[in-house]
């Protein structure tokens, strides 16, 4: 459920390449600007999204009690507990897209 950051998404929120109409300093500065965030942003290193199953299995193995059931690890808790953490996640996940 967690994603990566995309380079694509990220060169697309630079905007349009700026016109270069004039040959001013200005507009070749903003060119060389844009072209060079593009590079800096085309050579960043990718980092793998945390798979959201392998984050609540470590959660689930670390934090007690349960955030949502507020039990100690037990029968009760155990068998839905993975669960918990993934509705906790995926609610925020969904909050954070919202604020977009």
Known sequence: MFSQISREAAIEAL???????TNSPEEVQAVNDW??????????PSVPAVPLDKLCEYLNSVIYPCIICKESPGPQCNAKRKGCWNRVLT???EEQDAAD
């Open 35 to 44: 072209d060079s965030a593009v590079r800096a942003i085309q050579s960043a």
């Open 91 to 93: 609610k925020w996940m």
């Open 15 to 21: 905007g349009e390449r700026p016109a270069n109409w």
